[in-house]
């Protein structure tokens, strides 16, 4: 059983007078452990799509189902659960809590799973030290760089032990800390076989993906599986 | 962590904080002083009106106070008076004789109440000794002396150790003149008392009345006023055949007051939160309207609605408490100065004496109060975070992380 699979997904939004088709007819299979890139000029579909599979948005039509699970169908606090223990999310503007220290941003998740107060500091700690910020543990968000930053929403992600990370351009405010993070994942994906899937339409993180899905006008018009 | 993390957030706009947490602390301080004033002036009416002639609990022969007719005396009064002072709780006792009288100077006339006396015992249960603006109680020598209020004296052009003419009805029904020495002029708060009551020593009345000795009222002070439903019940189990009441029964207006001004302090109370209710509902509004993002990444990585309500909740609470416990201590310690040293309201004298209240008013709050009142601070804040919090459970996460 595939761990996401996407069975002829659509997504219209009627916000305006104009319905806006943003996801057409998509059906998509994504394996444990895959490092998958969805890729596509701005406009394409591919946050709406992310959003699709986090549950964070419902499907006009078609099925999303992860482990199985039809998630659409998921009422909005059992939805809501089921993020918490099987998704982990990477925003491209990192979406840190600015009161909070690395530490505490990691722990918060673990909290909300219930998980008791030694287990989450020693998991926190130990994430952080992964993501090369062990010495940062204790620092807020404003005294960290973009790039540290998208690191802690890496550990953060990573803290709720979920089934695959999902990441919305994580790079797309990074510079020069975009490798580095990319490299990061990669070492995380292969350590913890973790299942990461992102959108990006930046080439350096496409060179790095396993696994290329591009969309056009809401439609996948090629998937392709590279030897990186 | 989630107190942790709505504590933290408070603070994130300390700016913000500090404005809805002043105009809270100021609004419960000033609330909070003008109910104390209101309460001292109350509870200066009941004191006043205590230690002025009521005292805590009054006995009289049944039908007394409906016809006070000089025949109507407590049978056996001496012996209940003395038996009254050994009552546990009891502090002090005295017994009145009083007669209906006319007072008559050379220029005018006016209908009083001679209050017979010993003393001595009503040294122990009223505060007029200390009320003489002029001369002395009851010191020295002299035929007939008595003490009257400035205000009778006024009224009649009297001075001190000038004459005044008492004209009253005896006990066998004929009419009685006494010439009478004026020893001693007070001054209460009350001009109404001031103007109708004459004090005389017992003997000198009964010697006057050609009566035996009788008493009408015993006025029992109690050793404190928590007590005095104690006292009052072992009295009226002791005599069940006399009249026995409270203060409260005797002057239902003075507690009418009393009651009055702690309803007036609430309402007070409650008008103010009601005031900050709309200034804690907009602040928060703000806070959740700058934290759509936020909020809607919290309820994406998986914080449940219920939690998100709790946070934002546990902020107005926690924002609301601080300025309540600043405004509660401020205005506590303020009373607690002002209640010391009093607040002097002699601008206003002639009016308040109207009432029969004390010009310099100690403000006071029970303890009873400060702790509705921080049950009050609570429910405003719950009442005014419902709203923040309703609209933030309605945040929809892609659309918070995609336009915000």
């Not at chain 2, 709505?6 to 109910?35: D, E, M, P, Q, Y």
Request: aromatic share 8%.
């Amino acid at each position: 059983m595939p761990l996401i699979e996407l069975d002829n997904v659509s997504k219209t939004y009627n916000t305006t007078a104009v319905p806006i088709q943003a996801v057409k007819n998509v059906s998509l299979k994504i394996e444990k452990q895959e490092f998958t890139a969805i890729v596509g000029p701005s406009g394409s579909g591919k946050t709406t799509l992310l959003n699709l599979i986090g549950g964070l948005d419902k499907p006009t039509n078609g099925s999303v189902l992860v482990e199985g699970t039809d998630i659409s169908t998921l009422k909005p606090d059992a939805l809501i659960d089921f993020r918490l223990h099987h998704i982990g999310f990477v925003f491209q503007a990192y979406n840190l809590v600015p009161v909070f220290s690395a530490r505490e941003n990691v722990e918060f998740i673990m909290l909300l799973q219930k998980i008791p107060k030694a287990e989450r500091e020693k998991r926190a700690i130990e994430l952080l030290e992964a993501v090369g910020l062990g010495d940062r543990i204790d620092s807020r968000p404003s005294q960290l760089s973009g790039g540290e930053q998208q690191r802690v929403a890496v550990a953060r992600a990573l803290a709720s032990r979920p089934n695959f990370v999902l990441a919305d351009e994580p790079t797309a405010n990074l510079s020069h800390a975009a490798e580095s993070l990319l490299d990061m994942m990669n070492r995380l994906n292969r350590n913890y076989e973790m299942t990461f899937v992102f959108s990006t339409h930046d080439p350096r993180v496409i060179k790095r993906s396993r696994r290329v899905v591009t969309l056009e006008d809401g439609a996948v018009v090629s998937d392709v599986t590279t030897a990186a | 962590m989630l107190l942790t993390l709505a504590w933290k957030n408070t603070w994130r706009n300390k700016k913000r904080s500090f404005i809805i947490i002043l105009s809270i602390a100021l609004g419960l301080w000033g609330s909070l002083l003008a109910g104390a004033v209101w309460m001292g002036w109350g509870e200066s009416m009941v004191n006043t009106a205590i230690e002025r002639d009521l005292s805590n609990i009054q006995i009289h022969k049944k039908g007394y106070t409906r016809n006070k007719e000089i025949t109507n005396f407590i049978p056996r009064g001496f012996r209940i008076l003395k038996e009254t002072q050994h009552i546990p709780g009891v502090k002090a006792v005295s017994g009145r004789t009083l007669v209906e009288a006319m007072a008559a100077s050379p220029t005018s006339t006016f209908g009083v109440k001679i209050v017979g006396i010993i003393p001595a015992q009503a040294k122990k249960v009223t505060n007029i000794h200390s009320l003489l603006r002029q001369g002395t109680y009851f010191r020295g020598r002299g035929r007939n002396p008595v003490i009257i209020g400035k205000k009778l004296a006024d009224r009649l052009g009297l001075k001190l150790h000038s004459k005044i003419i008492l004209s009253f009805q005896g006990m066998d029904g004929s009419l009685n003149y006494a010439a009478c020495r004026i020893v001693g002029i007070y001054k209460t708060n009350s001009a109404l008392f001031d103007q109708s009551n004459v004090f005389m020593k017992q003997p000198d009345l009964f010697r006057l009345l050609n009566s035996k000795p009788a008493i009408h009222e015993i006025a029992v002070r109690t050793e404190s006023s928590r007590i005095m439903p104690k006292v009052f019940d072992a009295l009226k189990t002791k005599y069940p055949g006399l009249a026995v009441q409270t203060w409260k029964e005797l002057a239902p207006e003075v507690a009418l007051i009393s009651a009055a001004m702690e309803s007036y302090t609430y309402i007070f109370l409650g008008l103010i939160l009601f005031a900050l209710l709309f200034g804690i509902t907009n602040t928060m509004l703000m806070a959740v309207m700058k934290r759509v993002r936020e909020i809607g990444v919290l309820i994406a990585i998986g914080m449940k609605r219920g939690k998100v309500f709790s946070m934002i909740l546990l902020e107005t609470v926690l924002l609301s408490i601080t300025g309540g416990v600043a405004g509660i201590v401020t205005g506590g310690l303020s009373i607690a100065y002002f209640s010391h040293t009093g607040i002097d309201l002699s601008a206003f004298a002639s009016g308040m004496e109207t009432f029969g209240a004390s010009t310099m008013v100690h403000p006071f709050l029970p303890l009873d109060m400060y702790i509705a009142l921080l049950v009050m601070v609570v429910a405003t804040a719950i009442l005014s975070a419902v709203l923040p919090a309703w609209n933030a459970i309605h945040i929809q996460p892609s659309e918070a992380i995609r336009t915000y």
